[in-house]
């Protein structure tokens, strides 16, 4: 008998987590840490939708059928493949329904343990926006462009301090320069799942530090209910030396390439003006 768990009994429960919704969906946001396993593509999924509407939910499951029938011992295979040595598999879709379902029915028929997410990811999103609006002890550190803050944090946490670092999660060092050298942002969702993971991962009765940052870190957007906590919280300002600050900047950014350094020069002048720039 499969069974179905809540958000939180599922996240605690360990094993490979796999997300068969489609990839366009898994690309949007997925809950950290999961493989995509789409029972449907992006198109397929869109096409048993619109029969679904137009014609009903027969008509919709025999297409469904139709579609990911040839590929079932694929499906099994692939599932296998990311199974431990008699790990329990997690598996959900978007809203709990006929997709993972499906899926528990297949590993089942091929001897694999699983567990379905009770409400699938759209029940991670509501436990998600309860897990962010969690009181908690915040401290933020600021400081000047070059400052060294999150050389700072890092030291901090080797120190045994918590830390969020919302610029490693977001792929972006905050400044205009600060997407240079950076892998590609994730969507703001996504980032909103990383930071509930990484909120989950610290006790709630310590003090968390955080980088002092504006409501966006590059193209990816805080949460508003933790930049509310950090608008409330207290800030530590480092200060540096101007020579100081140069030296790290130049070490930090001096060997991405001079085009890149260019265009984020002029992004800076729209709102510092030219002659400041």
Request: glycine share 10%; proline share 5%.
């Amino acid at each position: 008998m499969v069974r179905s768990l809540s958000c939180d009994h599922f996240l605690k429960a360990g094993g490979p987590l796999l997300d068969v919704r489609s990839p366009g969906e898994f690309a949007r946001g997925h809950i950290p840490g999961a493989h995509n396993l789409p029972l449907f593509s992006d198109q397929e999924r869109a096409g048993v939708g619109t029969l679904y509407k137009h014609q009903g939910r027969r008509a919709a499951v025999r297409r469904g059928l139709e579609l990911v029938g040839p590929r079932l011992a694929v499906l099994a295979e692939q599932a296998a493949a990311l199974a431990e040595a008699d790990a329990n598999l997690r598996v959900h879709c978007w809203r709990g329904g006929l997709r993972s379902s499906s899926t528990a029915w297949l590993l089942e028929t091929y001897d694999l343990s699983c567990t379905l997410l009770e409400g699938g990811y759209k029940a991670f999103r509501r436990w998600l926006r309860q897990a962010l609006a969690r009181s908690q002890p915040v401290v933020l550190l600021g400081g000047h462009t070059g400052s060294g803050k999150t050389d700072v944090l890092h030291a901090l946490r080797s120190a045994g301090a918590q830390v969020l670092d919302l610029e490693r999660l977001a792929h972006h060092r905050g400044s205009s320069f600060g997407g240079i050298g950076q892998p590609r942002q994730p969507t703001t969702e996504q980032f909103e799942n990383e930071i509930a993971m990484a909120l989950r991962a610290v006790s709630p009765h310590r003090v968390l530090w955080i980088e002092a940052e504006s409501v966006q870190v590059g193209c990816c957007r805080i949460p508003p209910e933790l930049f509310h906590q950090m608008q409330q919280a207290p800030l530590v300002e480092l200060q540096r030396p101007d020579h100081e600050r140069l030296d790290h900047l130049l070490a930090t950014y001096g060997a991405m390439p001079r085009q890149e350094l260019v265009e984020a020069t002029r992004r800076i002048g729209k709102r510092l003006g030219p002659q400041r720039t």
